[in-house]
């Protein structure tokens, strides 16, 4: 059966189109040449995050940074929309087993990816709320179709933040609208996320697939070496001083220089500079 890689037209066979079919898993995971891709699958859902999609992300990152073959990780969400948050059955039956089953496997999934060196990018449709707005936010680029709408809804359950928004959420915004945002709950459309910072850019629906693959593909076409270095230190940088991140800079870039391959890659740019007269 063909799957349909475009945002909001993911094919899920076992999911809605054949009741006799297996039902395909609450999270895909794939990678195609450097570039690894989590799709979030609960489409009739909206992707909340259950326990099933929790252990799957945990086993999905756990996968990627065992390949050194990963370059760039996508995140995506099937259906009409990328993550709507917490699962809100679980929520509301099992309150006690959220942090254990649904928030600690998340985290530790999120944390393998932000110690790895691959870039990692949200291709972000329709809504992200909660969960979904702090994956968003835990990326390191972020691209919206326009139209997507984005809410951090924490309280609206009557929960404070998790997976990362305390820490990324202020970092990205600044303080003062990290609060309005936080305690507020407004929903701001993808325009205003690109204008606070939480976005990269706004594409047209059909024309979010092709742009994330593009960012995807220059990343991943990138020497390796510098771009696992250039993402370390610019994750890194909040937690050091100037000094310290002058040190971190020299050692990155001696471990670049003595890479095998740097010096072609100098000698290649030298050629094609023009002739002095």
Not at 142 to 160: D, I, N, Q
Not at 238 to 262: I, K, M, N, V, Y
Request: aromatic share 4%; charged share 20%; hydrophobic share 50%.
């Amino acid at each position: 059966v063909a799957r349909s890689m475009l945002s909001g037209s993911l094919a899920v066979p076992g999911r809605n189109m054949c009741p006799m079919a297996k039902p395909e898993p609450a999270l895909l995971h794939r990678r195609e040449g450097a570039i690894a891709t989590i799709v979030f699958n609960r489409p009739a859902a909206l992707n909340a995050i259950d326990e099933e999609i929790a252990q799957a992300f945990l086993g999905a990152c756990e996968s990627i940074v065992r390949d050194r073959e990963v370059r760039v990780v996508v995140l995506r969400g099937a259906g009409r929309g990328f993550v709507a948050g917490g699962d809100l059955r679980m929520l509301a039956e099992a309150p006690a087993e959220v942090a254990p089953r649904l928030i600690d496997p998340m985290h530790r999934g999120l944390a393998m990816l932000h110690a790895h060196n691959a870039p990692l990018i949200a291709a972000v449709h329709g809504s992200a709320a909660g969960a979904g707005l702090s994956l968003v936010l835990a990326s390191d680029l972020a691209v919206a179709a326009r139209g997507t709408r984005f809410s951090m809804a924490y309280l609206r359950v009557g929960a404070s933040s998790d997976l990362g928004a305390s820490w990324t959420l202020p970092r990205v915004v600044g303080p003062r609208k990290a609060m309005e945002l936080a305690l507020l709950n407004p929903t701001i459309d993808a325009d205003e996320a690109l204008w606070l910072g939480i976005l990269n850019a706004v594409v047209e629906p059909e024309a979010l697939d092709a742009h994330v693959q593009e960012l995807a593909e220059r990343i991943a076409q990138a020497p390796a070496p510098a771009a696992g270095h250039m993402t370390r230190l610019l994750r890194d940088a909040h937690g050091r001083d100037f000094e310290s991140q002058l040190r971190a800079e020299r050692d990155a870039f001696h471990a670049c220089a003595t890479e095998e391959g740097f010096a072609a890659h100098a000698a290649a740019l030298l050629a094609a500079r023009p002739a002095r007269t």
